[in-house]
């Protein structure tokens, strides 16, 4: 298994994985998908086992310090120097989860966003996710003004 940044030749598998993984107001489109592919494929993660990818974590680049509805909707905001990270999806393939398999693709994001010298990563979840966000050491800073798909979001920030 290897953890490279995705291109254009994922878009189905990574469209698949999202639909698998989020009910269908929360999920990305392909057509989303496509355009991120397309322009900034560097802030997106996957994890690759001999062409089948089991967990992906999807990002975008802003100045801006907080993780909006929009940055969901109009991902052409993306700055490719932005300071911060605006993690948009983390991905498992419901028949690999509890494997570690998104951990490890975490751990890489982080890693490759720290030795560029960002800011930091923001991401909205549901409570439920807090404790797994918290492991990394995102800082859960209360509910979000999100309402991405009708949830209950919170905003964590994990800052270098």
């Given at each position: 298994m290897?953890i490279?940044?995705?291109?254009?030749?994922d878009?189905d598998?990574?469209?698949k994985?999202?639909?698998?993984?989020?009910?269908?107001?929360?999920?990305?489109?392909?057509e989303?998908?496509?355009?991120?592919?397309?322009?900034?494929?560097?802030?997106?993660?996957?994890?690759?086992?001999?062409?089948?990818?089991?967990?992906f974590?999807?990002c975008l680049?802003?100045?801006k310090?907080?993780?909006?509805d929009?940055?969901?909707?109009?991902?052409?905001i993306?700055?490719?120097?932005g300071?911060?990270?605006?993690?948009?999806?983390?991905?498992t393939?419901?028949t690999?989860?509890h494997?570690?398999?998104?951990?490890?693709?975490?751990?890489?994001a982080?890693?490759?966003?720290?030795?560029?010298?960002?800011?930091?990563?923001?991401l909205t979840?549901?409570?439920?996710?807090?404790?797994?966000y918290?492991?990394?050491?995102?800082?859960?800073e209360?509910k979000s003004?999100?309402?991405h798909?009708?949830?209950?979001?919170?905003q964590?920030?994990l800052?270098f």
């Amino acid at each position: 298994m290897v953890i490279r940044h995705a291109d254009m030749r994922d878009l189905d598998a990574v469209t698949k994985l999202e639909a698998d993984s989020f009910i269908p107001s929360e999920a990305a489109t392909k057509e989303k998908y496509e355009y991120r592919l397309k322009h900034f494929s560097d802030c997106f993660w996957l994890l690759d086992d001999f062409g089948e990818i089991y967990s992906f974590v999807v990002c975008l680049a802003t100045d801006k310090r907080d993780l909006t509805d929009d940055m969901f909707e109009n991902v052409s905001i993306h700055n490719p120097d932005g300071e911060w990270l605006m993690l948009l999806s983390v991905a498992t393939s419901p028949t690999q989860r509890h494997r570690g398999y998104a951990k490890q693709v975490m751990n890489q994001a982080i890693k490759d966003t720290k030795e560029l010298n960002r800011k930091g990563i923001v991401l909205t979840c549901k409570e439920k996710y807090i404790s797994f966000y918290a492991q990394y050491g995102f800082v859960n800073e209360g509910k979000s003004v999100s309402e991405h798909g009708g949830a209950v979001w919170y905003q964590m920030r994990l800052t270098f």
